[in-house]
C-alpha cells in the first residue's frame, strides 16, 4: 500500500504562488506515474498535471499550461506542484494520485489507483 500526504495549500491573493507537496510513504516503489487533480465545489474532480516516474514526461490541463510546473525528488518520495499566476478559477481542492503500474501520466481518474486527502487552495480576487 502507499500513503500519500498533500500539505503546501492556503490563501492567496489573485496573481500570487503556491507550491503544493505530496509526500509518499509505504511500498513507495510503486509510485510510478503521479499526477494532481482538483476539485471545486460542484464540480467533478478534474486533471492537473502528471508526471513520469523519472519525470521526463509531464503532461498539464490546457487551463494551467504556462503557469503551473509538475516535478518530483525520488529520493524524497515527493512530487511537486509549482503554481504561479493563481486565479480565483484555480480555487479548490488539490488532491495528489500515484499509480504503480502507469508509466506515464494520463488525465483518466481511474488511471491512478492511489489518492491523497486532498488540500485546499482558495484564491482570492
Known amino acids: 500500500q502507499v500513503q500519500l500526504v498533500e500539505t503546501g495549500g492556503g490563501l492567496v491573493q489573485a496573481g500570487g504562488s503556491l507550491r503544493l507537496s505530496c509526500v509518499a510513504s509505504?511500498?513507495?516503489?510503486?509510485?510510478?506515474?503521479m499526477a494532481w487533480f482538483r476539485q471545486a465545489p460542484g464540480k467533478e474532480r478534474e486533471f492537473v498535471a502528471g508526471?513520469?516516474?523519472?519525470?521526463?514526461?509531464?503532461l498539464y490541463a490546457n487551463s494551467v499550461s504556462g503557469r503551473f510546473t509538475i516535478s518530483r525528488d525520488n529520493a524524497k518520495n515527493t512530487v511537486y506542484l509549482q503554481m504561479d499566476s493563481l486565479k480565483p478559477e484555480d480555487t479548490a481542492v488539490y488532491y495528489c494520485?500515484?499509480?504503480?503500474?502507469?508509466?506515464?501520466?494520463?488525465?483518466?481518474?481511474?488511471?491512478?489507483?492511489?489518492w491523497g486527502q486532498g488540500t485546499q487552495v482558495t484564491v482570492s480576487s
Open positions: 508526471t513520469s516516474k523519472s519525470g521526463g514526461t509531464t
Open positions: 509505504g511500498r513507495t516503489s510503486a509510485t510510478n506515474a
Open positions: 494520485a500515484a499509480d504503480d503500474l502507469r508509466v506515464v501520466p494520463t488525465r483518466r481518474r481511474d488511471g491512478y489507483y492511489y
